[in-house]
């Protein structure tokens, strides 16, 4: 369960109060944006704390559960910031870049502003001058990336399924762009969509 250990130490050992932790979805799917959300909880509000007790890392909770606490997250948190790169700028320049991207578009949102960010995996962003620490696993780990984690996962949930009506055979709705069965089965019969991924596979082999 996500705890604020990392935060606490944080809190703890620099002069620093604004701490994001920041997590991404999207980034395995073959169809569909990346999304990154920032977030800094009140870790001065008690009162506001029990209220998310219940978050955690967006993969271990169901659909429902994440859209409770997404909206607990958007009421009680200090502040937060959601940023995207959508498929054509994913293929024109990486995943990783593009995650970055989205991730330093999330941070600019923050009012007030991150002092420290906490970010899940390995993620370095270096194009912020502010101290940073990555977190192996850190949506399982850092209330604030597990936070993040929900309303990332959410905010994606919601575009895929806004695409679904005018892309009924792929099933957005159901796999949200991932490469499932289904998803794979309307794509060799279909082809891409705008809103594939060109550069990932199995699209990149067909497109030689």
């Known amino acids: ?3 604020l250990e990392f935060e606490t130490a944080v809190l703890a050992s620099t002069p620093y109060r604004h701490i994001a932790g920041l997590d991404e979805a999207g980034r395995g799917a073959l169809a569909g944006p990346v999304v990154a959300a920032a977030v800094i909880l009140p870790l001065d509000n008690p009162e506001a704390l029990e209220a998310l007790r219940e978050v955690n890392d967006s993969k271990q909770l169901t659909a429902k559960k994440r859209e409770l606490l997404f909206g607990l997250i958007t009421q009680h948190a200090l502040a937060y ?3 995207l790169e ?3 700028v994913i293929d024109a320049i990486g995943i990783l870049p593009a995650t970055k991207q989205a991730m330093c578009t999330a ?3 923050l009012t007030p502003g991150a002092e420290y960010l906490l970010i899940d995996g390995r993620i370095r962003l270096k194009t912020l001058p502010l101290p940073q620490q990555a977190i192996i696993r850190g949506d399982a780990l850092s209330l604030s990336i597990a936070a993040a984690s929900i309303l990332a996962k959410v905010t994606r949930d919601r575009l895929m399924i806004a695409l679904d009506p005018d892309f009924l055979p792929y099933g957005f709705a159901r796999h949200k762009g991932y490469g499932t069965a289904m998803h794979l089965k309307a ?3 279909l082809g891409p969509t705008p809103h ?4 990932f596979a199995p699209l990149r082999q067909k497109l030689v």
């Open 1 to 3: 369960m996500a705890t």
């Open 81 to 83: 910031g959601v940023g």
């Open 86 to 88: 959508p498929a054509e």
């Open 107 to 109: 941070v600019a949102q």
């Open 187 to 189: 794509l060799a019969k």
């Open 196 to 199: 594939h991924r060109y550069s």
